[in-house]
């Protein structure tokens, strides 16, 4: 881990005012389940509202997504299209950590905004339902949220339009597409995270349950974060200095 | 001032001309830039790179129709799922996306690299400027917006038995779809190009108009469906949800009992005169950023 790197590209994601805006995206959803916890029906399920449309619809679905992106371009995208990597790049810094340090740094604004964000909203929501719902979900945020800033800054890496890349891979993949062809489950993070918040509980399929069982779901997280990580690397290792990205 | 030296100026005739030729004028800069921008949101002219996502994702919003036309075809008409007063519901994805990919590129170059000035200092006023960019751009949208409709009425008609008859019992719907998809894509682009002149970045502003559309979506739904009595309002906050409705009402069809706008259960001509205010008002934000914007 690169140090200097890693405090260089805090300074980039913090320093910005739309980081305000990514804020007030997480706070969305502890929104969302306050508005739920004071004016739902009296017939709402709680554990199906926090599973099904809290944090398995909208916060892994939409949010997490858009949040991961947000910051992993904003991490790698950015000073490739600005052309001031140039300048981290023509150092003798290997590029190896200067990849490591970006994706850690990205990994963990994320992290730490949606974490937290899952634990409140979910906390708020559930009223006495099975707490394993809400620590499921913010462990497989934490996980998930990893997965999506590797593949996201790889992305970022390889094309210079990453921002609409990744939209069409979050949406049109993982949310339209997936809902016709239910193989994509295999190739979707979104599965990958939902599968990894199904280890904290068992649910009734009427209420919740992911797609994807807990291991394949370990497993293929794991297997896609190493080898995009791989991937990013050696994409940037072979990145030359003058050519546009 | 000291005498001029006698031998040191001298003018040479190098044959430099005034223009006299036809000067074109505002409307043919006006229809240049229209036609320009037009090529631009779908890369024509550009690198292959820029095409494509507009081509991508247009093709994505034509997939429902052709489903439709070949399930239609194989097994006959009555099997009527996708239909033009719901398509958006099919094609919201695609076209939030093309929004979020070409919208940032209208006005983005000029004002990053202060271009402006080179468009002010010609006949082209500063309002032309920003409605000759925004009508082009509502037009390429209207690709995937009105084009999947136009599709879906066509191919309907072709493919029935009695095509007069058809004719006769639908006809109605070739207006209604050009109502709707003309709707649709100058809501859409007028509120993403509103979002786009305020980004000072093309990222932020492809970040924010994916938000603006497809974060709405899903929380509208929530607060419609949780929120009770105040929280059905919530229906008209969500640009697609708004688009959807005033395509109901322009077909003159009542909501499914199952979408948003059934479950809010307001008066589905609000949508309509919401969604005109909603292009109205962006409209007059982009104006506004180009009358106080340096050159």
Not at chain 1, 20 to 47: M, N, S, T, Y
Not at chain 2, 40 to 50: D, E, L, N, S, V
Not at chain 2, 235 to 253: M, N, Q, T
Request: aromatic content about 10%; overall charge positive; some cysteine.
């Amino acid at each position: 881990m690169n140090f200097p790197v890693a405090r260089l590209t805090a300074r980039m994601l913090l320093g910005q005012r739309r980081t305000l805006l990514v804020v007030l995206l997480a706070l969305l959803p502890v929104g969302i389940a306050l508005l739920f916890r004071l004016a739902a029906p009296a017939d709402a399920d709680p554990e199906r509202f926090t599973a099904r449309t809290l944090l398995g619809g909208m916060l892994t679905g939409t949010i997490l997504p858009l949040v991961s992106l947000v910051f992993a371009t904003g991490a790698f995208g950015q000073d490739i299209e600005d052309g001031t990597a140039v300048y981290l790049l023509a150092t003798p810094v290997p590029r190896r950590d200067i990849v490591v340090a970006r994706v850690a740094v990205a990994w963990l604004a994320a992290a730490a905004l949606l974490v937290p964000a899952a634990l409140t909203a979910g906390a708020i929501a559930i009223q006495g339902g099975d707490p394993g719902i809400v620590a499921g979900f913010a462990a497989a945020i934490a996980a998930g949220s990893l997965v999506y800033t590797i593949v996201f800054t790889w992305l970022s890496i390889a094309t210079s339009r990453a921002l609409v890349a990744g939209l069409l891979y979050a949406f049109l993949w993982e949310g339209a597409l997936s809902g016709l062809f239910s193989g994509i489950r295999f190739l979707s993070i979104r599965q990958y995270t939902a599968g990894i918040a199904g280890t904290f509980f068992d649910l009734p399929a009427s209420v919740y349950q992911p797609r994807l069982d807990p291991l394949p779901a370990l497993v293929l997280a794991a297997a896609v974060g190493a080898v995009f990580l791989l991937l990013a690397v050696r994409r940037l290792e072979r990145w030359e200095t003058g050519e546009a990205a | 001032m000291p005498p001029a030296d006698p031998r040191a100026g001298a003018i040479y005739d190098l044959g430099y001309r005034a223009y006299d030729g036809p000067r074109l004028g505002r409307r043919a800069a006006v229809l240049s830039l229209y036609v320009f921008t037009l090529r631009a949101a779908f890369g024509i002219g550009r690198r292959p790179a820029a095409k494509v996502v507009p081509v991508l994702v247009t093709a994505f919003a034509f997939i429902p129709a052709l489903i439709q036309l070949g399930v239609a075809a194989l097994i006959g008409s009555r099997v009527e799922v996708v239909a033009p007063w719901n398509y958006l519901g099919f094609s919201e994805v695609p076209v939030a996306l093309f929004c979020a990919g070409a919208a940032p590129e209208v006005f983005g170059r000029d004002l990053r690299y202060r271009t402006l000035a080179l468009y002010f200092s010609r006949p082209l006023r500063r309002q032309d400027y920003a409605l000759a960019k925004s009508a082009a751009f509502i037009t390429a949208l209207a690709v995937p917006t009105l084009g999947p409709l136009l599709l879906l009425v066509i191919g309907n008609g072709l493919a029935s038995e009695d095509v007069p008859g058809y004719l006769a019992g639908h006809w109605r719907e070739l207006p209604q779809s050009l109502a709707a998809g003309l709707l649709i894509a100058a809501v859409a682009g007028l509120g993403s190009l509103a979002i786009a002149v305020h980004a000072p970045r093309r990222a932020h502003a492809t970040a924010a108009i994916a938000a603006w559309f497809l974060l709405t979506l899903p929380v509208a739904a929530i607060i419609v469906e949780v929120g009770g009595g105040a929280g059905r309002y919530a229906a008209w906050f969500s640009p697609f949800d708004l688009l959807y409705g005033a395509a109901l009402a322009i077909f003159g069809r009542e909501p499914g009992a199952d979408s948003i706008q059934g479950a809010a259960g307001l008066p589905i001509a609000t949508y309509l005169l919401l969604a005109l205010l909603h292009a109205a008002a962006a409209l007059a934000l982009i104006l506004r950023r180009f009358q106080r914007v340096q050159a």
